[in-house]
Every structure is written in C-alpha cells, then in structure tokens.
C-alpha cells in the first residue's frame, strides 16, 4: 500500500524561504508591512512546495474566519433557480464573490433568506453562530432591512449592502440605476420616440424608485410629459404582463422600458396580444440582460448590470476593513452600467 503523501504546511513554506511563520502567515493573509523581498522570498516558496493555504489553519492563527456570509432572498432565488430560464443574478453573484474570496484567501457562503419571515433573527442568528463570518454581503431586500442590519452590527459583523443607500451600517454599493434608465430613455428619445412608458419594480427595493428617477428626468430634460406613462410590477412575468396591458390600454406609447428582463418578455407578449410587433410598433428596453433577452426574438436591447463587479467590491471593501483598511463611508461606491443595444429598438413608425 502506497503511503500517504506528507502534507505543506505553513512550517515547510517558512523553513524553504528562510523566514519566520509570522512573515509566512502574513503573506498569505495579505496583511501590509511586509517588504517586497521577503514577499517573493515566500511566494516562491509556495509556488514551489505547491502549499494551499488551510482555512481551518487561518482561523485558528488569529480571530479572524476567513468567511464572507452572502445573504440572498430565498423566495425569488428559489422561483428563479425551479423556473430554469436563464436568469443569472445569482450566478453573476458567485462570478464576482467567489473570486475575490479566493485572491484574498476567503471563502463565500450563500444563505437564502426570506425578509418578510417572522424567523429571520432565529435563522439569521444561527448561520452567524455556525459559520462566524468575518463579514456579510446584503442584496436587495437585505440591504435595507433594518432587522437584518441591527443584528449583523451587534455582532460586529462586516457589512456590504448592495443596492441601498438607506440609513443603517456598513458599506453602500450601488449600480448606478439613476443614469441607466436616463441613458436608456435617451436612447429612445434619440431614435425619435416621445411617448415612452416605464414599467417599475416593486417599492420594496429602493433601486426602482431611482429608475423611475432616471426615466422621469431624461423625459423632462427632453420637454415632455411623463404623465400616465408609469405602471408598476413586482419583477415578475405575470405582473409585468398586467402592467403591460394596463400602460398599452391607457397611452399611446411606442416604447417601453421594462424594469427586468421578465417584464419586459411579458410586456413583448401583451404588445404582440394587441396584434402588434416589436420593434415595428413597439420598442422595447430592458434592464438585466440576462440570457433569456440575449436569444429572444427580437434580442432585447437592454441594461447589462455589474453583478459580479460589484459583488467583487463588496467582498473587497469588507476584507479591506476586517485588516484596518477600509472604514464605512457615508457615500457609496457608485458602479455604471452599460446599455447593450440589439433588434428590439428602432425609430417609431411613421403614420
């Protein structure tokens, strides 16, 4: 029988580069002070005895986990994930986390959590007491749930909160949802259309409120009224499709800006009810573009978010404050989107 293969540890790494395990664990946490000799010295080193750092080994050389808790709302992730269509939030979520966990040698772990349940500090308090995370990254609605934001404090717990600028700890990170919906009105507005309707995400989420803001500003700044232009959905296809048809009943629009991409399929199917088409009647935005507008016919123009780029911040920012580096600002960190344009937007239909 072969025998086992004698594990690197951190002492091999120190004994090959010659210097103390303090300057090897320092290395290998990223920790600042170290200087660029000894860096390479011990990065060789590793490289060389091909050593991989143990997260059980770093959480024992300090108080730090070396876990980063992302919290994510479970009623919606779970609809998403049985609904097999293509949307990607989540996947965009652990793209950008996970690599940033892994360059500062961190892990992240996905709770599902529903906001409006009566047991949120039970299960909260549970995933904390199991896993001590060193930080927490909050998405909407998470980000602005004060319940979920008193406790994660009293624990001294890291915070990110991604899509909320709301009063409450930790780090603000927002897409810039203002200056999508302005740059996608704009769009429209530049193609020649006037009556532009806006279909908005629920209240609950402070981001629709700023896309309403974009929308409503770029329509101003054009002269023109945004008045029985407005309908409001909650993110889903059924919704979205009764406030299609509610805006395509009540105004005269040719285009529409969808608040995510199964709005605006839905709204693409209460257009084609009426007999009509898009683009040729109808033009249409979207925001997520997400793989279901991507291979839609027509491909849906649409507002390509930063998931993983901000999502790789939020890990940043709270790693960079677990090591003294980052306190909380009372600005967030603004991340632009960009507008991809396709087949599903063209010049009104002259009459």
């Given at each position: 029988?072969?025998?086992?293969?004698?594990?690197?540890?951190?002492?091999?790494?120190?004994?090959d580069a010659g210097v103390s395990l303090q300057t090897v664990s320092r290395v290998i946490n990223k920790e600042p002070g170290v200087r660029p000799?000894?860096?390479?010295?011990?990065?060789?080193?590793?490289?060389?005895?091909?050593?991989?750092?143990?997260?059980?080994?770093?959480?024992?050389?300090?108080?730090?986990?070396?876990?980063?808790?992302?919290?994510?709302?479970?009623?919606?992730?779970?609809?998403?994930?049985?609904?097999?269509?293509?949307?990607?939030?989540?996947?965009?979520?652990?793209?950008?986390?996970?690599?940033?966990?892994?360059?500062?040698?961190?892990?992240?772990?996905?709770?599902?959590?529903?906001?409006?349940?009566?047991?949120?500090?039970?299960?909260?308090?549970?995933?904390?007491?199991?896993?001590?995370?060193?930080?927490?990254?909050?998405?909407?609605?998470?980000?602005?749930?004060?319940?979920?934001?008193?406790?994660?404090?009293?624990?001294?717990?890291?915070?990110?909160?991604?899509?909320?600028?709301?009063?409450?700890?930790?780090?603000?990170?927002?897409?810039?949802?203002?200056?999508?919906?302005?740059?996608?009105?704009?769009?429209?507005?530049?193609?020649?259309?006037?009556?532009?309707?806006?279909?908005?995400?629920?209240?609950?989420?402070?981001?629709?409120?700023?896309?309403?803001?974009?929308?409503?500003?770029?329509?101003?700044?054009?002269?023109?009224?945004?008045?029985?232009?407005?309908?409001?959905?909650?993110?889903?296809?059924?919704?979205?499709?009764?406030?299609?048809?509610?805006?395509?009943?009540?105004?005269e629009v040719t285009a529409v800006i969808a608040a995510n991409d199964q709005t605006a399929l839905a709204t693409m199917a209460a257009v084609r009810?009426?007999?009509?088409?898009?683009?040729?009647?109808?033009?249409?935005?979207?925001?997520?573009?997400?793989?279901?507008?991507?291979?839609?016919?027509?491909?849906?123009?649409?507002?390509?978010?930063?998931?993983?780029?901000?999502?790789?911040?939020?890990?940043?920012?709270?790693?960079?404050?677990?090591?003294?580096?980052?306190?909380?600002?009372?600005?967030?960190?603004?991340?632009?989107?960009?507008?991809?344009?396709?087949?599903?937007?063209?010049?009104?239909?002259?009459?």
């Amino acid at each position: 029988m072969s025998r086992r293969r004698q594990s690197v540890t951190i002492r091999h790494v120190a004994a090959d580069a010659g210097v103390s395990l303090q300057t090897v664990s320092r290395v290998i946490n990223k920790e600042p002070g170290v200087r660029p000799e000894m860096l390479h010295r011990v990065q060789a080193s590793i490289a060389k005895l091909g050593y991989v750092p143990s997260l059980a080994a770093q959480r024992m050389s300090g108080s730090r986990s070396y876990l980063i808790l992302a919290l994510n709302d479970r009623e919606r992730t779970i609809a998403d994930w049985r609904a097999r269509e293509g949307r990607d939030w989540v996947d965009q979520m652990l793209l950008g986390g996970m690599l940033a966990c892994a360059a500062h040698g961190y892990r992240m772990i996905v709770e599902l959590v529903d906001t409006q349940s009566d047991q949120i500090e039970r299960e909260i308090s549970a995933a904390i007491a199991a896993l001590q995370p060193d930080g927490a990254i909050l998405t909407p609605p998470h980000s602005q749930n004060p319940v979920i934001l008193k406790l994660l404090a009293e624990k001294g717990i890291e915070i990110a909160r991604i899509g909320s600028v709301a009063e409450g700890p930790g780090h603000m990170l927002v897409q810039d949802d203002r200056g999508s919906a302005r740059l996608a009105t704009e769009h429209l507005l530049a193609l020649g259309h006037r009556r532009i309707g806006f279909i908005a995400g629920p209240a609950e989420y402070e981001l629709s409120a700023w896309r309403v803001e974009g929308w409503r500003a770029a329509m101003a700044a054009a002269g023109l009224s945004s008045d029985a232009l407005l309908e409001t959905g909650d993110f889903s296809y059924d919704a979205g499709l009764i406030a299609a048809r509610t805006l395509l009943d009540r105004a005269e629009v040719t285009a529409v800006i969808a608040a995510n991409d199964q709005t605006a399929l839905a709204t693409m199917a209460a257009v084609r009810g009426r007999g009509l088409s898009v683009p040729e009647d109808v033009s249409l935005v979207s925001f997520d573009d997400t793989p279901i507008v991507r291979f839609a016919s027509p491909a849906l123009t649409a507002v390509s978010q930063p998931i993983a780029d901000i999502t790789a911040k939020a890990v940043e920012r709270i790693i960079d404050a677990c090591a003294g580096r980052a306190p909380a600002s009372a600005e967030p960190v603004v991340l632009p989107s960009t507008l991809i344009v396709r087949d599903s937007t063209r010049r009104p239909r002259v009459n």
